[in-house]
């Protein structure tokens, strides 16, 4: 199949809910003094924003996979967890424009998301399994802050085969 990125809309309940994670793990992050991730901006106001994208980004793959129901368990970060099961990664970015970047550490076994926000709006461009992502075409250094796989969106596969995976599972609301 081809690519075919999916626009998402979020209900006022899920909106809210997203918001109030972001904001949660905000604050968690500043209690347990955590610094953001991948040497992103540690000005409050950027990091507060990848904290909001973030749970945004999960929420909209839970909402469209049907796996609300196990959105937000984890109530401080731990690396190397995933954000919905059976082994989902949700990765969100600021911009339409940008493609899915997996990190050297990031787990093969898993299967990442991407997930674009941009003037308010809400892109699920598709899925790789991390194994696939992470093939020597797709290694780079000096483009992101460390070295990296960059997976260009058109490689990524519909959403529509992972939900029937998912749905296979037996793991829905």
Partial sequence: MEYEPIKFEF???????????????????????????????????????????????EMAVASYLGLKK???????????????????DVKAAMQHRFNLILKVEDNPDFIYVLVTFQNKECIIHGWIEGKMGKKEYNYTEGITRRPSYIVQKGLLRPMVELKEIIESLNLGN
């Fill in 11 to 57: 209900t006022e309940e899920e909106r809210r809910l997203a918001a109030d994670e972001g904001y949660r793990r905000h604050r968690v992050d500043m209690e347990i003094g955590a610094k953001p991730r991948d040497g992103a901006p540690e000005e409050e106001k950027e990091s507060i924003k990848l904290d909001l994208y973030g749970a945004a980004g």
């Fill in 70 to 88: 196990f959105l937000y368990e984890e109530v401080t970060p731990r690396r190397g967890s995933y954000d919905l099961p059976p082994n989902i």
